[in-house]
C-alpha cells in the first residue's frame, strides 16, 4: 500500500498519490502518527542544496532538504 501513496514518475512530470484524500489521510495518520502532513493538489517539488553536515540533521529527523 505504501507504493500507492508515492509520487510516480512519468514522462510529463510527477504525479502525487492515486488515493483518494480520505484514504490518504488515513493510511498516513495509520503508518506515521504524530507527524505532520499536508495534502497538496497542485505542487512543484524544489530540492534544495545543502552541506553535508546539513543533510545528516535533517536524515536524522527523518526530512529531506526540499520544498513544496
Known amino acids: 500500500m505504501l ?3 508515492l509520487p510516480w514518475i ?3 512530470g ?7 484524500d480520505a484514504e490518504a489521510v ?3 495518520e495509520a503508518h506515521f502518527p504524530g507527524r ?3 495534502l497538496v493538489a497542485d505542487w512543484t517539488l524544489i ?3 545543502v552541506s553535508d553536515e546539513q543533510a545528516r540533521m535533517l536524515a ?3 526530512l529531506t532538504a526540499s520544498i513544496v
Do not use: R
Open 14 to 20: 510527477i504525479i502525487g498519490s492515486v488515493q483518494s
Open 47 to 49: 530540492d534544495v542544496s
Open 3 to 5: 507504493a500507492s501513496l
Open 26 to 28: 488515513s493510511f498516513v
Open 36 to 38: 505532520e502532513y499536508c
Open 60 to 62: 536524522t529527523l527523518g
Open 10 to 12: 512519468t514522462s510529463t
